[in-house]
């Protein structure tokens, strides 16, 4: 098994819809585009993976939505290096169709409330469901490292929550857990690095919004 030397996490350069929620009742969540500062922030980004990766191949996954299409364009890899592929499992948490801003400002009030993990928005996904398909990826991911000629490094080009979800399943976080953590800004990267151990680190947390509180030994 040829497992990566790395996976990296990237989070999509700041979007319309980040700058702006009032799009979300105009146009559909997956076709928002990148701002100027988003296509800034993605380029920034590319030019500290192009460093990290140094010439070598890389096995890229990215989430349908437009945003995370145009981050990956702006990444500016070399695409003789590289081998794309879409992962629809991979995008954003569904919050239904199209979104009236007052609704959706509502139902974030009461998603922090009862909890991001188990609250599901109306006609959408709940942080559960999302988990649900991240780590239905995750076995297609760890299928593929049987390949003898796998690339070194793997980059899953993402949503904030996703990247939170897909650490929390490879690490068997707790549900506590994960609810004290906040999402990565908007083109932040983090990185599961392969140690000489054959374990996985975070090359740096997520941040802390509170301390978690779990109901029993497991967390």
Not at 80 to 96: A, C, I, K, N, S
Not at 137 to 142: I, N, P
Not at 170 to 189: Q, R
Request: charged share 30%; proline share 5%; glycine share 8%.
């Amino acid at each position: 098994m040829a497992r990566p030397q790395r996976i990296v996490l990237v989070r999509h350069g700041e979007s319309e819809g980040n700058a702006d929620d009032t799009v979300y009742e105009r146009e559909p969540d997956h076709a928002l585009r990148l701002t100027a500062t988003g296509l800034r922030q993605a380029r920034e980004t590319g030019a500290r993976l192009r460093d990290l990766f140094d010439g070598e191949r890389v096995s890229v996954y990215i989430s349908p939505y437009r945003r995370t299409h145009e981050t990956f364009r702006s990444l500016g890899l070399d695409l003789e290096r590289v081998r794309v592929r879409e992962e629809p499992r991979l995008r954003e948490q569904d919050w239904g169709n199209w979104q009236d801003r007052d609704d959706v400002r509502l139902q974030k009030a009461y998603r922090d409330a009862y909890g991001h993990f188990f609250y599901r928005f109306a006609q959408g996904e709940s942080g559960a469901d999302v988990y649900d398909r991240v780590g239905a990826f995750l076995e297609s991911l760890h299928r593929s490292f049987e390949a003898p000629d796998h690339p070194p490094n793997v980059l899953l080009v993402t949503h904030g929550l996703t990247m939170r979800l897909f650490c929390m399943r490879w690490f068997h976080w707790s549900v506590a857990e994960f609810e004290s953590l906040s999402n990565p800004g908007n083109g932040e990267t983090r990185t599961l690095i392969l140690g000489e151990d054959g374990r996985y680190t975070l090359d740096r947390p997520f941040e802390r919004w509170r301390t978690p509180e779990p109901y029993g030994i497991t967390g």
